[in-house]
């Protein structure tokens, strides 16, 4: 800076003048007489300063808002605009965001997540751009973090003498981040003060508060808390009495399971139950009506090996002929004095105790959280099959719910199997079905036999597509022993079979006696008519007769009749005139034919002679003491050559007749004496 002074002026020069020059500058004159001042403003026209306070602000993942104060000198001359620039984290080069704008703040997009940012700006004039001001730190792109707002409807549930429970609602809004958890605060009627409920943060909507003084009442709020902190209280719920409520229990079980149940077996029950009432009920589990209880599992021995009984043949005892003892019909014969054979052990395994783990050694119950319960039996059987019953009681009251578990397999084995109609070739089994039906239908019956003499010959289907519980079995061996099983089949597979006692292949009855001596009447010239007497049956009604000839000389019996003959006597035709013939017959019921008559008298087949017909006499001649007699031989001689004839007399008048002739009359003409 120069000063510089002249008669009639003065000069006040500055070089590279800067802002700080411009100004109100004074200037004084002073003399003798007195002062004189004059004033001037000086303007230093530039480039403007930069701009102050630059802030992002508004920062999410993909934008955010760069804002700035304009800057305290200006230049001398009005700001015109601004221009914003960024540069990614890394790089030098910046790129204008902003430019001919007379804006103090400007929203920047299409930032690239969690990208880090820098930002500068500057002022223009007309003179040109001011200095940069650059944002210190860089931008991260990604949303902000702030505390989320308080929960929402608080409640209160389930008070006790020592527990309230509480639920809530998330926040509107969760400041843009997770929720980590909740912290509960109470107060007790009579503080001033909330106390916090809960030492770790609370993940879920609902809690219940322990440990409160019975009797006292209790308000209760809820904050939330995320990773920018915690947020602003809920409304306080109306205060609430710590003390047990008076209410009945309740149980329900789940809806598809009041309808009852159905499962395959080897598959899981499971039950499960709701529970409410206060004070809280006690729980107990029941399957038909006996209470079920979780077991340890039992330690079981080892399975043993099932080994195949033998019998030496010189060990069998033979049943003697004279000590059979008569079967009656229905009933089974079994040999009396013969040891049993012994079966294979994949047929007939001996008997073993159970060794399947029981269902309380299979049962888990839980019903350790509050208002809940389940019964869960693993691995199940048909015997666990039943009516399940939870029942729930406290001092106010019982209630109970049930559900009927029907547990699907195979049949239980048939029952009662017994013989009708043993005959020496045929036999009729009978068996009542199952008790259990494995909860599903009978499909059908497999029926089996076995010859019980020979170990090595195994079971033989008789049939596999069964119905009923009925079936003649046919073409049996007469004396043989057999055995016999059933097994019953539904969907699930066949059961295990019931096995009969050993049956004898014959007829329960002997074969009729025979008949007494057989009676011939009627004979002709080419017939004869047997008859004869019903013999003893035996036990068993008979069923009809045999007839049988010989001729006397022949020693061959000939059957008479081709089919069976119901009645007592037979009309034997076809024979030979002038041939002798005996006769026998025997009778037949269901064990057979029995033993013959003995046979009948011998009989000529010839036609039977009658008494002849009557002559036809007439007087020859007649003296005092004699009539001489003639007659014609009569119309029929019965059959037979005359032998002769009688001649009779009686006095006229009277009926007392006398002999003439002292033997038959060979003539047909005879002379009576003696008359008168």
């Known amino acids: 800076m120069s000063f510089r002074q002249e008669y009639l002026s003065c000069h006040l020069e500055i070089e590279s003048c800067l802002h700080a020059d411009a100004g109100q500058y004074k200037v004084t004159l002073e003399n003798s007489l007195g002062t004189s001042s004059g004033t001037i403003n000086v303007k230093v026209v530039g480039l403007p300063g930069p701009c102050k306070d630059i802030v992002a602000s508004e920062i999410t993942k993909s934008s955010c808002k760069v804002s700035w104060d304009p800057p305290n000198y200006d230049g001398g001359s009005p700001v015109l605009h601004y221009v914003l620039q960024r540069r990614e984290a890394g790089r030098r080069t910046y790129v204008n965001m902003m430019s001919g704008e007379n804006k103090v703040s400007w929203p920047v997009k299409d930032l690239i997540p969690n990208g880090e940012y820098y930002f500068r700006v500057k002022a223009v004039n007309k003179i040109g751009g001011g200095e940069y001001l650059e944002l210190r ?52 009627k009579g503080d001033e003060n909330f106390t916090r409920c809960n030492d770790f943060l609370v993940p879920v909507l609902s809690y219940t508060v322990r440990n409160l003084r019975e009797g006292k009442q209790y308000q209760f709020r809820v904050r939330a808390e995320n990773a920018a902190g915690v947020s602003d209280p809920s409304r306080s719920t109306p205060m609430v009495k710590a003390s047990d409520a008076v209410e009945t229990p309740k149980v329900f079980l789940s809806g598809s399971l009041q309808s009852g149940m159905s499962i395959k077996r080897g598959a899981e029950i499971r039950l499960d139950a709701n529970i409410s009432g206060s004070p809280y009920p006690q729980i107990t589990w029941y399957r038909n009506d006996v209470v079920i209880r979780p077991e340890a599992m039992k330690k079981r021995p080892e399975k043993p090996i099932v080994k195949k009984k033998e019998v030496k043949k010189e060990e069998k005892k033979e049943v003697k002929e004279g000590e059979k003892k008569e079967v009656k019909e229905g009933e089974v ?113 497999t029926l089996e036999r076995k010859d019980n003499s020979k170990v090595e010959i195994g079971w033989i289907t008789v049939t596999s597509t069964l119905r009923g519980c009925r079936y003649p079995v046919t073409k049996l061996i007469e004396k043989k022993e057999y055995i016999f099983r059933v097994t019953a089949e539904n969907k699930f597979g066949p059961g295990p079979p019931c096995i009969s006692k050993p049956i004898i292949a014959k007829n329960p009855f002997d074969p009729p006696e025979a008949p007494e001596k057989p009676e011939i009447d009627g004979i002709t010239a080419n017939s004869m008519l047997v008859t004869w007497e019903v013999p003893n049956d035996m036990g068993s009604p008979i069923l009809g007769y045999w007839v049988e000839r010989r001729e006397i000389n022949s020693t061959h019996w000939t059957r008479v009749n081709r089919v069976i003959l119901e009645d007592t006597e037979l009309n034997v035709e076809g024979l030979l005139e002038g041939l002798t013939y005996i006769f026998r017959v025997a009778a037949e019921n269901q064990a057979g034919p029995g033993k013959f008559s003995i046979p009948s008298d011998p009989m000529t087949c010839q036609d039977p002679i009658l008494p002849p017909g009557p002559p036809f006499p007439r007087i020859l001649d007649t003296t005092e003491s004699s009539i001489d007699v003639e007659w014609d031989a009569p119309a029929s001689n019965g059959g037979g050559d005359i032998l002769g004839y009688h001649v009779d007399k009686t006095l006229a008048g009277t009926n007392d007749w006398s002999r003439s002739t002292e033997r038959p009359w060979k003539t047909r003409a005879f002379t009576v004496y003696g008359v008168r």
């Open 137 to 188: 730190n860089p931008v991260i792109a990604e949303d902000q973090k702030q505390r989320p707002d308080p929960p929402l409807d608080v409640e209160t549930h389930n008070p006790t003498s020592k527990t309230i429970t509480l639920t809530w609602k998330p926040p509107m809004y969760d400041g843009g981040c997770k929720i980590m958890g909740y912290v509960l605060e109470m107060m007790m």
């Open 333 to 445: 014969e079994a040999p009396a004095a013969e040891t049993p054979t012994a079966e294979p052990a994949h047929d007939e395994p001996e008997e073993e105790l159970p060794d399947y783990p029981t269902l309380q050694e299979r049962l888990t119950i839980h019903d350790k959280t509050r208002g809940e319960s389940s019964c869960i039996v693993r691995d199940t059987i048909r015997g666990d099959h039943g009516v399940y019953t939870i029942k729930v009681e406290n001092d106010h009251g019982i209630a109970s719910a049930t559900c009927e578990v029907n547990v699907l397999d195979a049949p239980g084995p048939a029952i009662n199997f017994r013989f009708e109609e043993i005959r020496k070739n045929s036999v009729i089994c009978k068996w009542d079905p199952p008790m259990d039906d494995g909860g599903s239908e009978i499909l059908n019956y």
